[in-house]
């Protein structure tokens, strides 16, 4: 096995409980997910993603480290690596490799990062807006968006304006002091999903230092608080996705 | 040793290359021709003998019914995908073809699924190395373009179960190029591959850093390459000989068979000439001619090759980059021969692009080193890892027809994502899924993959079962799925159907059909070639003895010479290609002397030559450019 970063395998190693099983082959004391000495690739434990990587389940969390990690788990368990190995080595494999995957995706983008601390804390944020619009598709209502009330007059006259620029489109016609209107909108939309960004990771430093602390307190009032943020951030961004097809198509 | 021989196959629309890792570098291995590359042309002869290769091309010409080229695009589709495709390519279907069955296609009064073809080009390419390691060859990597989707890997895969090969790895075309291309260059950067085929166009944007060659982002046309440049100019002139001859030849497989040759070299010399002519010999003895200039042809070519330019920019988008954060760019596939498309790849990346590479042959070479590191790899590629992507969200379909993705496009693989589901109707014992691949929102414009069918589940409650779904692409972009009942543990039974393509039964029924015979063959052939290459040298024996240079031999040499001469004739008329081969060797040892004296005393009959160098090739001689070698008999 090559390029193996002994510090990145500290960091592993540490923080997992797993660490006191032997290795199934050659019965040494073993890294997680592969022996340390040996190289052979171990059954799959079940983990959330945090741990996969030995980390806390802390949000504020260094991505290059994240990577540097990424790159040597792949080097120790990608099917590549196990070509010429037995059957149930390469499927060991295929698991470890794609719960790597799945973990690495998930934690080095900020906002699937906090959704993902969610679920795994018992907060189905996803579930709720799919159930939710599952059940309009079926009744076959449209889906009601709560829309955030400090954004209520500016949503009503920006859909208006929208709807203006693609019936425009549409005739062909340019009219740019609307298009001026919507650019504006945009820039102000922009803004406040930038202002939201910096609430969320107020709320993860808050969300960190009580996973240090080991303080129940006040846990659930970040947790709710995030989820909020997070609500009202897709809200904007689904409004911005709309500005921009609006304005390109 | 001599059964681990894994090659690198680029199964391509227009051309395929098999290659190997030799020592530290990867190699094209040459047909019986002598040339790398054979085209993916399948004919049946007269006598209903299989023909592929070059030697098929000359039945594109004179009996078209016979013969069938660029199969690759009918991989992993239904009839309904190709109907237009099937306007562009004088395909016939099986007149019995059911709805929702795999695709056949005739062949004179044979009909085949286009995996039946690439098998049958892929066994080509098998020979082709197993005559060139003297072993059998039963492992490869074969590459795909990376835009492909599950039906169409699966698609290959198949081909290549059938032609006896177990494929350890699809490896995506431009991933396969840019490890070629690393291979010797050793740098951390941003890469972005431009792959312009015969029949499918790819974009990848690739990170490399110390050895890990991590996909960021990919996309593509799986129906956009040169073909689609041939198309355009066969009608551009079958108009032009209805306006000028009053002549339609749309109908007439010859005629429009010569058009394509011609229009072909035409639009190779373009690449190098500023104008060329079109010279085409039509039925009843009228001749179309016109000259055409590069001027003319980049005109009409534009439309085509600006649809390389939205995949292009989607691909830098979702990979979050700028095209002045990329540090290279290299071009793969013979389209990017094209001027035109060179200077349009310089505008999108604003960078010019690496032409040092030979863009036929770096995806095979690439291969060959994915094939070498799945072997075990060595010094050179132990630090080499590719982390490749899925080119399609995989969904699934959601009340209403819409599609709920669940692994985004670009996501690394092997990605997997998981699915609860529960029953509507107290006792319910079965769930179906509809699994969907694609980026629209909507079901119905989605690729439909495969309907599953989870059976067995224990009778409960209606909404009481919790069925867990696994859904997972595997490193060669294809998905498995499993489920199992949370309650009762128990594993859910899986059917699977899958939308187009061959059942496990109908490629087992291919393979062993031609696995029979591909077994006796490859005998065979090592058998007669053998033969044929003892009666050569034995040939060139024969004429030597009447040299002056065999009377300068000692006694004991002659004597040497003529008692494995005798050996050889005996061996060479049982059936072990391995002694036949051994006399030969021995043979040609002993009479190295004899033809150093023949080359010293000028006498021209090249003994050593001819025996240890086989020349007389049937194909005519190379030709730089391979597409220039389009040229039917």
Not at chain 1, 197 to 205: A, P, S
Not at chain 2, 147 to 166: E, S, V
Not at chain 2, 233 to 239: E, H, K, N, T, W
Request: net charge negative; charged share 30%; glycine share 6%.
């Amino acid at each position: 096995m090559t390029n193996v970063d002994s510090n990145s395998l500290f960091v592993v190693t540490r923080q997992s409980p797993e660490t006191t099983a032997r290795c199934w082959s050659c019965g040494t004391m073993r890294a997680v997910h592969f022996c340390s000495s040996c190289g052979k690739v171990q059954p799959p434990v079940p983990a959330d993603y945090f741990s996969f990587f030995g980390f806390p389940r802390k949000l504020n969390l260094d991505t290059a480290l994240l990577e540097k990690e990424f790159y040597v788990l792949s080097r120790h368990l990608h099917p590549d690596v196990f070509g010429q190995a037995d059957e149930q080595e390469r499927a060991w494999s295929l698991e470890q490799s794609s719960m790597l995957n799945d973990a690495y995706r998930t934690l080095k983008d900020p906002i699937k990062r906090t959704e993902y601390l969610l679920r795994i804390e018992g907060v189905e944020l996803e579930e709720q807006s799919k159930q939710a619009t599952e059940k309009a598709r079926a009744s076959g209502e449209l889906k009601k968006q709560v829309v955030p009330p400090d954004l209520l007059e500016e949503v009503f006259e920006l859909n208006m304006h929208l709807e203006e620029l693609r019936m425009q489109k549409k005739t062909g016609e340019d009219d740019p002091e609307l298009f001026e209107e919507v650019s504006e909108a945009k820039r102000s939309l922009e803004e406040k999903h930038d202002a939201l960004l910096t609430e969320l990771k107020n709320e993860w430093n808050r969300w960190d230092e009580s996973v240090e602390n080991a303080s129940e307190d006040g846990r659930r009032k970040v947790l709710d608080r995030m989820v909020d943020v997070l609500n009202r951030r897709n809200y904007i961004r689904n409004l911005l996705r709309d500005v921009n097809e609006a304005m390109e198509s | 040793m001599a059964t681990d021989y894994i090659v690198g196959i680029d199964l391509g629309t227009t051309n395929s290359l098999v290659a190997y890792m030799q020592g530290d570098a990867p190699i094209v291995i040459p047909g019986e021709d002598g040339l790398s590359l054979v085209p993916s042309v399948v004919a049946l002869d007269e006598k209903n003998q299989i023909i592929v290769g070059n030697a098929a091309r000359k039945y594109l010409i004179e009996t078209p019914e016979r013969a069938v080229y660029s199969v690759k695009r009918l991989m992993g589709r239904g009839v309904e995908d190709i109907r237009d495709e099937l306007k562009l390519f004088p395909f016939e279907l099986a007149d019995d073809l059911q709805a929702g069955e795999v695709l056949r296609i005739k062949v004179g009064d044979r009909t085949y699924t286009p995996p039946e073809i690439s098998a049958l080009v892929l066994r080509q390419l098998k020979r082709n190395a197993e005559r060139f390691f003297g072993a059998p060859v039963t492992q490869a990597v074969i590459t795909v373009p990376a835009y492909f989707n599950d039906a169409q890997r699966q698609a290959t895969k198949d081909a290549g179960r059938i032609a006896g090969l177990n494929v350890l790895r699809l490896v995506n075309e431009p991933t396969a190029a840019s490890l070629a291309y690393g291979l010797d260059k050793k740098k951390n950067g941003i890469v972005a591959v431009y792959d312009l085929g015969g029949g499918t166009f790819d974009v990848s944007i690739l990170k490399l850093q110390d050895g890990i060659f991590e996909v960021i982002a990919t996309n593509g046309d799986t129906h956009l390459g040169g073909d689609d440049i041939d198309n355009l100019l066969i009608a551009v002139a079958i108009d032009d000989i209805q306006g000028d001859l009053k002549l339609d030849v749309r109908r007439n497989g010859e005629a429009v068979a010569r058009i394509r040759k011609a229009v072909i070299e035409a639009k190779i010399a373009l690449s190098s000439e500023a104008s060329t002519k079109l010279d085409v010999d039509l039925p009843g003895g009228k001749k179309y001619q016109r000259e055409i200039s590069r001027e003319a042809f980049e005109q009409m070519i534009q439309p085509i090759i600006e649809r390389t330019i939205a995949p292009s920019k989607q691909a830098l988008k979702d990979a979050g980059l700028k095209p002045e954060q990329i540090d290279e760019v290299v071009l793969v596939g013979g389209s990017t021969r094209i001027p035109k498309v060179q200077r349009l790849v310089r505008d999108l990346f604003q960078r010019e692009p690496h032409t040092d590479l030979n863009p036929d042959e770096v995806v095979a070479l690439g291969a060959a080193v994915q094939a070498h590191i799945l072997g075990g790899g060595s010094a050179i590629t132990e630090d080499m890892l590719l982390l490749d992507v899925t080119p399609l969200s995989l969904g699934i379909e959601v009340a209403g027809g819409v599609t709920d993705k669940i692994i985004l496009r670009n996501s690394t693989i092997p990605a997997s994502a998981t699915q609860h589901y529960t029953t509507q109707v107290d006792g319910q014992t079965n769930v179906a899924i509809h699994v969907l691949q694609g980026e629209r929102e909507l079901a119905r414009d989605c690729r439909s993959l495969a309907r599953f069918d989870l059976k067995g589940i224990p009778p409960m409650t209606a909404g009481m079962p919790r069925i867990e779904v696994k859904f997972l692409i595997d490193a060669n972009g294809i998905l498995r799925v499993s489920a199992r009942e949370q309650r009762s543990g128990q594993e859910a039974e899986i059917d699977v159907q899958p939308t187009y393509g061959l059942t496990d039964d109908q490629v087992e029924n291919m393979l062993l059909e031609s696995y029979d015979y591909a077994e006796e063959d490859f005998r065979q052939r090592q058998v007669i070639e053998a033969r044929r290459e003892a009666d050569t040298i034995l040939a060139a024996l024969a004429k030597a003895k009447n040299n002056q240079a065999w009377r300068d031999l000692s006694a004991d040499e002659r004597t040497r010479a003529e008692s494995l001469e005798t050996a050889l004739i005996a061996t060479k008329e049982g059936d072990d290609y391995h002694a036949i081969r051994a006399g030969i060797d021995e043979l040609n040892q002993a009479t190295m002397r004899l033809a150093e004296l023949m080359m010293d005393t000028a006498v021209s009959s090249a003994l050593k030559g001819k025996a240890m160098d086989e020349t007389d090739f049937e194909e005519g001689p190379q030709a730089g450019h391979p597409m220039a070698k389009a040229e039917f008999k």
